[in-house]
């Protein structure tokens, strides 16, 4: 079979594959949009339950990483890797232990983030106006998360009462309408015919 035929076939069964589940798709959506909701109407909780989410993770990966280099100790790197899965679990085990100390310390370095990001952004855009015709849009990006950034320190430690939390329940939001739309245009999707197979000769 050829490529243009293969690739048909693929486009086929994605469209029966996303007509079947498209309900799956808005139950999804729904249920992100009202934890949304609930993420931006209760910040402080939000932001708790992000740092300790954040600080489950570090420990997981730290000792998934330790236990990978025990069976492998030979591996290019092994005493870089060894402090960084130590470094994981300590970190993990911090914000597990501290979460609301945990939590000023992740939202400085969201805080930071933003402001880097922000000024490679800018940088980037300006540097590549002459081919990238959106070089417009990016830099307002970045003022924006350079804006952000000062909004989190001058506020700063206020700020991780409810910076995470907020964040996190808008991305829950634009998340979740976005699984909604799929759904919605999922379920409008027209069946394609199945492609006919190639003549013999």
Partial sequence: MSNTNQAIDVGHDIRAAIRKHWVLFLIQGVIMVILGILAVGEPMVATIAVTL???????????????????????????????TAILAIIVGIYLIWRPLSGMVSLTLAVGAFFGAQ????????????????????????????????????????????WVLGLLFG?????WGFSLIMTAIACRTVAEAPTPNAPAAR
């Fill in 170 to 174: 808008i991305n829950l939001l634009l």
């Fill in 53 to 83: 989410f954040a600080g489950w993770l570090f420990l997981f990966s730290g000792i998934v990483g330790l236990a990978g280099l025990f069976t492998a100790h030979r591996v290019p790197g092994f005493v870089w890797a060894l402090i």
């Fill in 118 to 161: 922000g000024i490679v952004q800018i940088i980037t855009a300006i540097e590549h106006r002459r081919v990238l015709r959106s070089w417009g849009w990016v830099v307002l990006t970045g003022i924006a998360n350079i804006i952000l950034a000062l909004i989190i320190w001058a506020g700063f430690p206020g700020t991780a009462d």
